[in-house]
């Protein structure tokens, strides 16, 4: 397999480049003067860096919002949920674990397989792009967190995505969709930083255009002979953006929060837009 990610010794030579651009399996982005595949979410959503770098310190977070959001929405017992995007499922084990019948998805193949580990007859994971049709009719909540939206290349294949998550839901079902604040990001990007985990030193560089945001993660693992270098792109939407979204697929956003502790939301001090959205 050829991989799609960047190392300062570049695997995808040119060559590899133009054949799978000929074989239409890889489509290319330019941006700051790099070029970024189309899907560079595969990859990197499935590095072991990624879930090092986003969720190991986060579980005290993870667990507390769940518990506060769940004793405002008070599902039915018998409840079924959909995490989308659920990466190694640690939202989807957590909701699990109050009795619910949880099923989540991700693109991500390694992630999938790690989260198997946790399955058991109310907890399921599959592999699966969000932009593809999942289950119809058949969930009565779905859920969407840590901004694991946004990162396609093109509005249909948001659209699509939005698509999936409507049909999947019973009428009257419920979506909670966790993004990122567009003005408040912008307000506070902190243009370059690092972090060291576990001996790993990842170096950030962060910046924006009119329409996404960008991050370049540099990392350097004493286990690996060349660094490693990633760039994530992420929509700046909106709330009037997912208004938008949600309308064309029967679903009318009822509640938004601002930040884990569902605070109200503040369009310039708001760290998070969080949604509570209803099918029609």
Known sequence: MIETYYERKVFLFPFMIKNLIN????HLTK???MTLPANWFREWFNSPYYHQLYFEHNEKEASAFINRLIDHLHPAANSLMLDVACGRGRHSKLLADKGFDVTGIDIAPDSILFANKFENDHLHFYEHDMRLPFWINYFNYAFNFFTSF???KTDRENYNAIRTIAQ???RSGTLVLDYLNVHYAEDRLVHKSQKE???VIYYLTKWYDETHFYKRI???DENRKDPL???ERVA???LGDFNDMFAFHQLQVQEVYGNYEMDAYNVKESPRLIMIARKK
């Open 229 to 231: 270098e990633f760039v």
């Open 31 to 33: 941006i700051k003067g």
């Open 168 to 170: 999947s839901l019973k």
């Open 236 to 238: 700046k939407f909106s």
């Open 23 to 26: 074989r239409g399996s890889l």
């Open 218 to 220: 540099v990392i350097e």
């Open 150 to 152: 946004g990162y396609f």
């Open 197 to 199: 985990i576990n001996g």
